[in-house]
């Protein structure tokens, strides 16, 4: 993710909760492409007990965007 891609302040708030990967915490914010693919780079530093629900959002939106998600540990995370 280049500095252009960067959400901020603003634009963050002006998401709606369902472009969050984990949408309570308003972490994870996946308006793009872009920002799904750092989703998925990031997705390690979630907490354990929110990363079935993160790997599910991920994969969501990465078909929406049409991201590939070849991370074997999101995709087994996603079946929990």
Do not use: C
């Amino acid at each position: 993710m280049t500095a252009s891609d960067k959400l901020d302040t603003t634009e963050r708030r002006e998401l709606n909760n369902s472009e969050f990967g984990l949408p309570q915490q308003r972490a994870f914010p996946m308006p793009d492409a872009a920002h799904v693919r750092a989703a998925e780079a990031y997705f390690r530093y979630a907490p354990d007990t929110e990363k079935a629900e993160l790997a599910r959002n991920i994969l969501l939106k990465a078909e929406q965007f049409g991201v590939t998600i070849n991370s074997p540990i999101i995709l087994e995370w996603a079946k929990k």
